[in-house]
């Protein structure tokens, strides 16, 4: 059985039940234009929003990973993050934060500095070869993605001998790695969007139950995505029903914390499925 608690400051954080992560991007560039914050107001406005409709989690970017962005330094990074993060500490110190970065030097500044609780790092330790012992010195909870190369070239990284099996192998090398320097709290992400087709995505999708097998909480980010706006024929802007059925899908096949722009919307997702589960035999 999936092990259903992470450590966040030395408290248990229960994943029985399926927790949203709600999305604060402290950025210009990310591709989904409305969850842009970039002043004090803007950056609580959308604090107390993901809070107050249900949202356990705060994930903070301070870099587009979209394809046509340009890749900021840990220090551009690091500039971005000192005018956000005091004023959520401030306002919010309750809130549990997540740091959505690559970069080493950045999580050991929003760890030690700023009191951020996980590590989010979309290149499973790829991009920065410190990450994996930073993350092990700290002790803090790790979101292992799935992604080939950079933001910038994963869109032409998208061969696999046999898609499902290949990331298998990719998590299990990644799990392994992570075990011997004594990191505890893994948190597997497929990667939705990053080094694979649109049929990729879904294929994934639908194999969603199949990561079980790894025994670790799992997490799903399909919030407004291409593989929606793309199938649908749609923007990100008019994306919200589409990730709306996509996250109903993956919580019904094992997810155990939703990565979303629409906090209110993801939690009743989340409501629904469960009562659900109460009815059935």
Known sequence: MTRKTINIKGQLLDLSYPLVMGILNVTPDSFYSGSRKETEEDIITRVREILNQGGTIIDIGAQSTRPTSTLLTADEEIERLKFALPIINREFPDAILSIDTFYSRVVRFCVEEHGVAIINDISGGELDKDMFKTVAELNVPYILMHMRGTPQTMKDLTDYDNLIQDIFY??????????????????????????????????????????????MPLLVGVSRKRMIANLLGTTPAESLNGTTVLNTFAIENGANILRVHDVREAVEAVKIVKKLEDYKF
């Open 170 to 215: 990719y998590f299990s090398q990644k799990i392994a790695e992570l075990r011997l320097l004594g990191v505890n709290d893994i948190i597997l992400d497929p990667g939705f969007g990053f080094s694979k087709t649109l049929d990729q995505n879904y294929e994934l999708m639908a194999s969603l139950r199949g990561f079980s097998i790894f025994d």
